[in-house]
């Protein structure tokens, strides 16, 4: 009879190891990469890199000199030059090598062989971005870092107004920064994750030197979870344009402040003069104040002349804001199922200032393009095929072309309006807003019930 112990003593812990292995890669994905993913990918891109490089067009004919020096030295079979790897970088995602192109090549050039790249080293996507001239980064991410997002523990804001709120399919932070792009439109349909994101971002914001403004027309359900934090709330189109003419009105005066400080009375030194509240000195430089509307078609719908004049004034202040009031740290987010020309007057104008977008899974073509179309057709094409099981999965696009998509954390409501109760110590004092701000319920107390006397079963 054969001694199957020696085998079963080899084979056991390899079984255990695989299926390990197996599990971790499902289960935990980011553990999977570092132990045995890096490595292995790390190991097949050494051993084949200047075959890859030149079965994917990558690679040039040697140069005169090289050339020269072969045949000065009798050597046969001299190969194409592939770009030069000038670093590696392994990240908790992925792997980044940084390229100096060969000669006669540009960036297009690694761009359209990053398919072809992915299969050849067995890795899940990878990204090319140029650095500048002549050097690109080639990102290759390891496993799929939106099914299930993990945001990095610490990530360089470096402004209050630029704050992380998802991951990118690359690996990347998605930063919202209100500096470089002020007002953003975000769309999608019921269940498609807008929520999520709209929390993301107010968490984000709740911890930093900033005035939250909130206009949820549904009541407030949405935004009540963020009382503490915010500094007003408007729960119907009446307080919304309430609120508005008051930030209207706090617009004009900070860009009296701002005239002020431009030296026209001659006192002013040069280098401090400033067409923004980002020049001011800190001791008198107002707080930016960041508005997030939900459902913005509520505030376009009428049904009577009173409505319509009361629409009339809401969308003349938006629009206002939208077009001036970026010098005045006056900030828009703007969020909706569908926007456009279809809501009636202003629309158009309006959503033609909010430069940053956020498209989530859509249920036309139309809403799309409504948010993309005039970014990127195949921003507009990618945010038609989010499928319905990922919430929060969503195409952001800006007004120079480039889009991607993203994915934030999930963020349940619970723990939303926790992190707005720990930090309602940091909301601003702002005077025009003190009537709109909302008051915190407090919970009753828990009366228990009386018990109840079960008759004796005679």
């Not at 980011?30 to 075959?51: C, K, N, Q």
């Not at 040697?62 to 050597?75: I, N, Q």
């Not at 990053?114 to 650095?131: D, F, K, P």
């Not at 002013?268 to 104040?289: C, K, N, S």
Request: proline share 8%; glycine share 8%.
């Amino acid at each position: 009879m054969a001694d199957w112990t020696p085998l079963l003593e080899l084979g056991g812990p390899l079984v255990a190891g695989g299926a390990g292995a197996a599990y971790a890669r499902v289960k935990a994905p980011r553990a999977y990469w570092s132990a045995i993913g890096l490595p292995v990918t790390a190991a097949r891109i050494a051993h084949s890199y200047a075959e890859v490089m030149e079965a994917c067009g990558l690679a040039v004919e040697p140069s005169m000199w090289r050339t020269l020096v072969a045949r000065g030295e009798e050597r046969q079979g001299l190969k194409p030059t592939p770009p030069r790897v000038r670093g590696v970088r392994p990240t908790a995602t992925g792997l980044r090598l940084r390229l100096r192109l060969a000669r006669g090549q540009e960036t297009a050039d690694v761009v359209a062989a990053a398919e072809r790249l992915r299969h050849a080293w067995g890795v899940h996507a990878a990204y090319v971005s140029e650095i500048r001239p002549g050097v690109v980064d080639l990102r290759l991410v390891g496993f799929d870092v939106l099914r299930r997002v993990r945001m990095p523990r610490a990530v360089r804001a470096g402004h209050p107004v630029r704050v992380p709120v998802a991951l990118r399919e690359d690996g990347t932070v998605f930063v919202r920064d209100y500096r470089t792009e002020p007002h953003s439109l975000i769309l999608g349909a019921g269940q498609a994750g807008k929520s999520t994101f709209v929390r993301n971002l107010v968490c984000a914001l709740a911890v930093r030197p900033v005035a939250l403004v909130g206009i949820d027309c549904k009541r407030g359900v949405e935004h009540a979870p963020f009382a503490p934090r915010l500094s007003a709330l408007a729960t119907d189109p009446d307080a919304a344009l309430d609120v508005l003419r008051a930030l209207v009105a706090e617009m004009d005066a900070r860009y009296d402040l701002i005239r002020a400080q431009q030296g026209i009375p001659g006192w002013v030194p040069d280098e401090q003069v400033t067409a923004d509240i980002w020049g001011l000195p800190a001791t008198v430089r107002p707080v930016p104040v960041v508005v997030v509307v939900d459902e913005i078609a509520e505030l376009f719908l009428v049904a009577t002349k009173a409505d319509e004049k009361r629409r009339n004034e809401i969308v003349t202040a938006l629009v206002r804001l939208a077009q001036l009031a970026r010098a005045a740290g006056i900030f828009l987010d703007v969020a909706g199922q569908r926007f456009g020309a279809d809501l009636g007057r202003g629309a158009t104008l309006l959503r033609s200032q909010l430069t940053a977008r956020v498209v989530h899974r859509v249920n036309d073509v139309e809403t799309a393009r409504m948010g993309l179309g005039d970014i990127s057709e195949q921003a507009m094409a990618a945010a038609t095929q989010i499928p319905p099981g990922t919430p929060g999965l969503a195409v952001a696009g800006d007004a120079s072309g480039a889009w991607s998509r993203i994915r934030p954390a999930h963020l349940s409501l619970a723990d939303a309006a926790r992190i707005c109760r720990n930090s309602a110590h940091l909301v601003p004092d702002l005077p025009r807003l003190d009537a709109f701000r909302p008051v915190a319920a407090v919970p009753a107390p828990r009366i228990p019930p009386k018990p109840t006397r079960v008759p004796a079963i005679p």
